[in-house]
Each structure stands twice: as structure tokens, then as C-alpha cells.
């Protein structure tokens, strides 16, 4: 897997695709998942989110892909804060701009790949056909174009979790959000996806990935990692490849 | 740096609502039926209830317009001390000077006459039987018609012959004419057997014998007991109106004047409070149907909080999240709305078949049927639906 090299210039005019403003998190019943979090992922990133079971990562990830609101402080996203949209709003966001993939895969069982690829694209306006050739070329783009006929049944823990990325790219979002996607596969399934998050990366393809396998988050160009709600440490800002969108 | 333009959410397409609507379904199929079931039975009783009433009432109807509903009878009632009346002797032709009157004819009973199979029965078991004087006109009035055999005419009237009424005959075990019955202590010979008459049951129970031969073999006082008339329809009123006074002039208050169709209108009406108890009970069926399908959609949402989350996190708006557990709800209740329409109709068809009813199954009671299913569904979603739309996505994710 060769690394993009690094330009200055990228990093300095690179477009912050999400912005977190001193957000806090907290849930009924008096959990602070989020306690002041300030940080900017921008275009063209790939960047881990580390930290112990319960450190706030997944409620971070919710945050960023508007999912859920701030208890204080400003989520932006593409310039917009996210408090001030309409839930119509906000879900044309996830729809257009976020493209999650979780752990659990979440595919419809009786469904092929490129069903459930094209499904994803069910609330664009696009009609079915062209949304079944756009699920076809990110089935290709993930490796699986020779399993798109397939069910999940049919298919590996890996190839699952492909198809779910192939989902939450399908549409190019300007970012693409993963809630350890790896949690669920063994170490050479775990790589395998981590290889395609670094292939998209330098396709240009802005990625968030949480992990709690820190030789995974090693291999990616910045790391995040929380500490009980708090950024205990975060190596800056990482690679963007050349040609990444600005 | 200006922020880049909102994108919009877009209606879901017809087609795709359809597809996602009918997706649970066809993911638990026999969930689907199950739930289904309730709303298709009370449709099938509701569209049957209503098929088979108003083929039943199109039947009874045609047989009024048949039988016509210009019949007035004239029978003696009671006097002032309650000792029965009689109608004079010439009451008939009385009635026939009116100018409207297109026909007159009557009956006399024949008090103490009994008819037999033969003389060995004995006479207090005759089995209800009336031995009546008949005019030789009485069938064309009443709409009779001769089931088998002759009608009295004038030269039979004198004779010792007699005519039996459908009841009557079967009574007496007489299926053709041609044997003789044993008739107030005399031989009588069965000429013809009549069919029901349904505009005058009486004569249906009768034992008819001429007006001559009454008179002189069985002692017949020639007063008449029912005068039967016609009119054209719209002289009924005006004739029935001076009815009474013309067929007794002189006690015109113990005459009963009625007219038989009478009974089978309020049949109609009896058959329309019929129907709507009968409907009633449909409709108890279909709201029990409908929660059952509204539990199921419950059960459903609490089931695919995962998908739901996943969908909101693809980009589906709460409205698109409604509008597709709605759609799964009305998708839901119209199955069973079609498939009861169609078991309501296959029962209606069947059952006037069997009577010999021509069917008629009014288009509105078929698509009244899938409406209401669609209508139940529509209710029964609501507040599934709504609960769906309601999850927040991180709340819809976190059940895994
Ligand atoms: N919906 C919720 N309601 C209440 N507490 C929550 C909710 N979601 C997460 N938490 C709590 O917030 C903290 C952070 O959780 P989470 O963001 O899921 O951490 P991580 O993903 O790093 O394991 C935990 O203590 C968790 O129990
Ligand atoms: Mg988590």
C-alpha cells in the first residue's frame, strides 16, 4: 500500500468537511460521552478514532454524521451548522454528503449485493436504473463486482463489510464514517478492509474509521484518541493525496 | 470560504414506496397472511352480507313488480259485539260497479266441511284444511296458476269436483289430479292441483269447490268471505278508499279491507334491519381485524428499529420512514380487503346460485370492500408509523 505524498498545500486549503466546536455529549441520565471536543477532519483525510470501549468514539462518529445533536457547542458540517437544520435537511445531508458503515453490516438478508448496494441510494431521487449502475461501478470499486449477484448469506464476514462500504460510497459522499468495521471480522478480513479504506483514500475518498486495534489505527495517516470524552491526543493533520477534492 | 449548497431530500418515487411498502411482507409472509386474515374475513362477510341482501331483495322486488301490488282483498270482520259479520251475497258485483275495478271474484268458506283422503280418516284429523266456494275467475285475480290438471270452470262448478291448493294437496298426499277425495261426506273428484299463490296463502291451504256445486251439495250460504280486486296501480287508494262502503253499504265499519303485498314489503323492509344487524357484525370483524394488523405493524417497528436506523442514516426523512410503514400497513389490509372481496363474491355467487337468485354484485360493494381495507390499514398504521418516525437514529441503531 504506497502513501500519497504530502503537499503543503493540500493541508493548508484542504475544505473542512466537519468541524466540531468545543462539543459536549451528554445523555439522559447523566453520562458525559463528549466533553469539549474541538477538531476538524478535512477533505481528503483518513483519519482513526482510537480509545478504550466507552471513551465517546461512537457518539463522536453520531455527531459528526449529524446523527444525533450536541448537548453544547457547534457541529459543522460542510460549513453548516447542524443545529439549525430541519430534520428534512439534515437527512438530505446524511443522504448526499455522510456515508456511514457500521459494524453490524446491516444488510437485508434475502437481498443481492447490488440490491442492497442500490438500496442505499433509495432516498436520492435517483431513479431505479441508474441507481443500480451506480451500485455496480462501487461494487467494482470495493473488489466485488464478481459478487454482486450474491446474498449475504453467500458471502464472507469481509466481503459483507465491503458491500456496506460499497453502500456508503456508492454516491461519493464527501465523507465516509466507520464505526469499527472491523469489530466483526477476523485479523485478514480486518486488513483486507483496511486496504480498501487506504485504495479509496487515495482515490481521494475522506474516511473516519474508529478501531480499537491499534495496529490498524498505526498504519493510518492521523490518529484521534479519546480519553473519557476528551481528545487525549491527536497527531494532526494527516495525509491528503494529491488531487483530493478542495 | 462560503459553505457549499444544502443539498434536498426528494420525494420517494411511487414505485420505490410500493417496493419498500410491500418489502416487510414479502420478508414474513406468513406474518402477512396471519394478520391479513382478520380484515379479509370481515370484508368477505361484509361484501357477502351485501351481496347476498341485495340479490335477495332484487329477487323479492322482481317477485312484487310480478305479482303486482294492486290487489285489495274485502273480508267481513266483527261487529260491535264481537260476533262475526258476513259480506252480502252481491258484494261481488257491488264492488265490480266501481269504476276503476278491473276485476272482482271471491271465496266462500264452507263452515263445518272437512276433506279426506277417504272416509275411514277421521274427520277431526282433516289437517287444517278449508273447504272454499271458488268464482271460476278467482286464478286470473289473485295471479294463480294451475300446477297440474284444470281449474274449475262453469259446467265443473256444479259437479262434485274440487281443486286443491299447494298446501292442501300435500296435506292430503294428492301429488296428481284424477283420484277422488272424501269432502264433507261425499266423493269428490280432484280436477287440478294448484302452484303457491304468494299473493293469497290462504287459497294455498284450501280445498276449492264451484260456487253452484257448494251451493246445492254442501249447503253454501253464498255469502263471500274474501273478495279479491284489481285495479290499475295508481286507482288503488281511490278504490280502497270507498271499498268497504260499496261491498256492505250497510255496515261499512265491519269490513277489513287489505292489501297482501302489503306483507311482502314489510318482507323488504325486515330483510334491510337484517342486513344491518348482519353488517354491524362485519364491521365488528373488520375492527377486529384491523388490530390485529395494527399490532403486527407494533410488533413490526419494535422488530426493525436496526433497519430503521440504518435507513435514517442512508438519508431517509421521518416523513419517508411514516409514509413506509403506512404504506406496509394500507399494503397490509388491502391484501386482506382483496382477498375477502373476492371470497365475498365467490359466497354471493355461490348462494344465489343455490337459491336460483340472479347475482348481482353492485361494483361499489367491490371497491367500497378494498376502500374500507385500505381505510383500516391507513388507521391501523398511524400509530406504528408515526413510533417508527419518531425513533431518533442513534436511539434506532443503538438496540443491536
Ligand atoms: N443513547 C445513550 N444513552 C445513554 N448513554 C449512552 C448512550 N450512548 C452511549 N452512552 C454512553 O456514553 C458513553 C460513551 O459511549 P460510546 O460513544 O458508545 O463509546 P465508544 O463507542 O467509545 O465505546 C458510554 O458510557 C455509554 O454508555
Ligand atoms: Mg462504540
Known amino acids: ?131 443500480r449502475t451506480l451500485a455496480a461501478e462501487a461494487l467494482d470499486r470495493v473488489g466485488l463486482g464478481h459478487r454482486m449477484a450474491h446474498r449475504p448469506q453467500e458471502m464472507s464476514g469481509g466481503e459483507r463489510q465491503r458491500t456496506a462500504i460499497a453502500r456508503a460510497i456508492a454516491v461519493r459522499p464527501a465523507v465516509v464514517l466507520a464505526d469499527e468495521p472491523t469489530g466483526n471480522l477476523d485479523s485478514a478480513a480486518g486488513a483486507g478492509v483496511l486496504s480498501l479504506f487506504h485504495d479509496l483514500h487515495s482515490q481521494g475518498t475522506t474516511i473516519v474509521v474508529i478501531t480499537h486495534d491499534p495496529v490498524l489505527a498505526a498504519q493510518l495517516p492521523r490518529r484521534i484518541e479519546l480519553l473519557d470524552g476528551r481528545v487525549r491526543s491527536d497527531s494532526g493533520v494527516g495525509v491528503v493525496p494529491e488531487g483530493a477534492p478542495r | 470560504m462560503s459553505p457549499a449548497p444544502l443539498p434536498r431530500t426528494p420525494r420517494l418515487l411511487p414505485a420505490d414506496l410500493a417496493r419498500v411498502g410491500l418489502a416487510g411482507m414479502r420478508s414474513r409472509p406468513t406474518r402477512a397472511i396471519l394478520s391479513a386474515l382478520g380484515i379479509a374475513i370481515g370484508i368477505a362477510a361484509m361484501v357477502a352480507v351485501l351481496g347476498i341482501s341485495n340479490a335477495s331483495s332484487a329477487d323479492l322486488t322482481n317477485k312484487i313488480s310480478r305479482l303486482g301490488t294492486n290487489l285489495l282483498t274485502v273480508s267481513p270482520g266483527r261487529d260491535l259485539f264481537g260476533d262475526s259479520t258476513q259480506l252480502p251475497v252481491d258484494a261481488i258485483g257491488m264492488v265490480r260497479r266501481i269504476g276503476p275495478v278491473q276485476s272482482a271474484t271471491a271465496t266462500g268458506s264452507v263452515p263445518g266441511a272437512t276433506v279426506r283422503r277417504n272416509d275411514r280418516i277421521d274427520p277431526l284429523a282433516s289437517g287444517g284444511i278449508a273447504v272454499v266456494a271458488a268464482r271460476t275467475d278467482l286464478l286470473g285475480t289473485i295471479g294463480g296458476t294451475v300446477h297440474s290438471g284444470v281449474f274449475l270452470n262453469a259446467a265443473t262448478s256444479r259437479y262434485p269436483a274440487v281443486v286443491l ?5 300435500s296435506r292430503l298426499g294428492i301429488d296428481r289430479p284424477g283420484g277422488q277425495v272424501y269432502l264433507a261426506n261425499r266423493w269428490f273428484t280432484v280436477i287440478g292441483l294448484l302452484d303457491p299463490v304468494a299473493l293469497a ?78 353488517l354491524g357484525l362485519g364491521a365488528v370483524a373488520l375492527l377486529v381485524g384491523g388490530v390485529g394488523v395494527a399490532n403486527t405493524m407494533v410488533i413490526s417497528v419494535l422488530e426493525r428499529r436496526p433497519e430503521i436506523g440504518l435507513r435514517r442514516s442512508l438519508g431517509a426523512a421521518r416523513g ?81
Open chain 2, 320 to 400: 419517508q420512514i411514516r409514509l413506509q410503514f403506512l404504506a406496509e400497513s394500507v399494503a397490509l389490509s388491502g391484501l386482506g380487503g382483496a382477498v375477502g372481496v373476492v371470497l365475498g363474491a365467490a359466497i354471493t355467487a355461490g348462494w344465489a346460485a343455490y337459491q336460483g337468485w340472479h347475482v348481482v354484485m353492485p361494483v361499489t360493494v367491490l371497491l367500497g370492500g378494498v376502500a374500507a381495507a385500505a381505510a383500516i390499514g391507513t388507521a391501523a398504521g398511524l400509530y406504528p408509523a408515526t413510533r417508527a418516525a419518531r425513533l431518533t437514529p442513534t436511539q434506532a441503531l443503538s438496540t443491536v
Open chain 1, 1 to 131: 500500500m504506497k502513501t500519497p505524498p504530502v503537499t503543503d498545500a493540500g493541508v493548508d486549503t484542504a475544505d473542512p468537511v466537519i468541524a466540531l466546536d468545543r462539543v459536549s455529549k451528554t445523555y439522559a441520565g447523566g453520562v458525559h460521552a463528549l466533553r469539549d471536543v474541538s477538531l476538524t477532519v478535512r477533505a481528503g483525510e483518513l483519519l482513526a478514532v482510537v480509545g478504550r470501549s466507552g471513551s465517546g468514539k461512537s457518539s463522536m462518529l453520531h455527531l459528526m454524521g449529524t446523527l444525533d445533536q450536541p448537548s453544547t457547542g457547534h457541529v459543522l458540517v460542510r460549513g453548516h451548522d447542524v443545529a439549525q437544520l430541519s430534520d428534512r435537511r439534515l437527512s438530505a445531508v446524511r443522504a448526499h454528503w455522510i456515508g456511514f458503515v457500521f459494524q453490524q453490516f446491516f444488510l437485508a438478508p434475502g437481498r443481492t449485493a447490488l440490491d442492497n448496494v442500490a438500496e442505499g441510494m433509495l432516498y436520492h431521487g435517483i431513479p431505479a436504473g441508474r441507481r
Open chain 2, 165 to 169: 291448493g299447494s298446501v292442501a294437496a
Open chain 2, 201 to 278: 296463502p290462504e287459497v294455498d291451504r284450501a280445498a276449492l269447490v264451484g260456487w253452484e256445486a257448494a251451493g246445492s251439495l254442501l249447503g253454501f250460504d253464498g255469502h263471500p268471505t274474501t273478495v279479491y280486486e284489481r285495479s290499475p296501480d295508481e286507482s288503488v287508494e281511490a278504490v280502497r278508499s270507498v271499498l268497504a262502503a260499496t261491498a256492505d253499504p250497510q255496515n261499512p265499519q265491519n269490513v277489513q279491507v287489505s292489501r297482501p303485498s302489503d306483507a311482502l314489503q314489510a318482507q323488504l323492509a325486515a330483510k334491510s334491519a337484517f342486513t344491518s344487524l348482519f
